[in-house]
């Protein structure tokens, strides 16, 4: 079983910049690819970024390049997304979770294990 547990979402002006954390409980984090996906009102949930076990591979949503930054530390157990340039868009219940493999892309399937959620909310 694993847990994970996000935080670092709260109320923002529009324009400013939130920094997610996800730890994770499982001793294996290291070698599975990570995600950060939103769920926003009456809408399916998305992913927002998603990093592979070292790292060395993302992949960000069109709407969220070059604002937000998905990062890890496999030596804590964390994985980060640092969110720049919010917008209230960005106004939704982000989710961390653990991909099935050591890479993965931005379908849910391909994630087993999700955290509790944390709500970011952009005010204009």
């Known amino acids: 079983q694993v847990q994970l547990v996000e935080s670092g979402g709260g109320l923002v002006q529009a324009g400013g910049s939130l920094r997610l954390s996800c730890a994770a409980s499982?001793?294996?984090?290291?070698?599975?690819?990570m995600g950060w996906f939103r769920q926003a009102p009456g809408k399916e949930r998305e992913a927002v970024a998603t990093i592979s076990w070292r790292g060395g591979s993302t992949y960000y949503a069109d709407s969220v390049k070059g604002r937000f930054t998905i990062s890890r530390d496999n030596a804590k157990n964390t994985v980060y997304l640092q969110m720049t340039s919010l917008k209230p868009d960005d106004t939704a219940v982000y989710y961390c979770?653990?991909?099935?493999?050591?890479?993965?892309?931005?379908?849910?399937?391909?994630?087993?294990?999700w955290g509790q959620g944390t709500q970011v909310t952009v005010s204009s």
């Open positions: 979770a653990k991909a099935r493999g050591g890479t993965a892309g931005p379908r849910t399937l391909e994630y087993d294990y």
């Open positions: 499982a001793r294996t984090f290291g070698i599975y690819a």
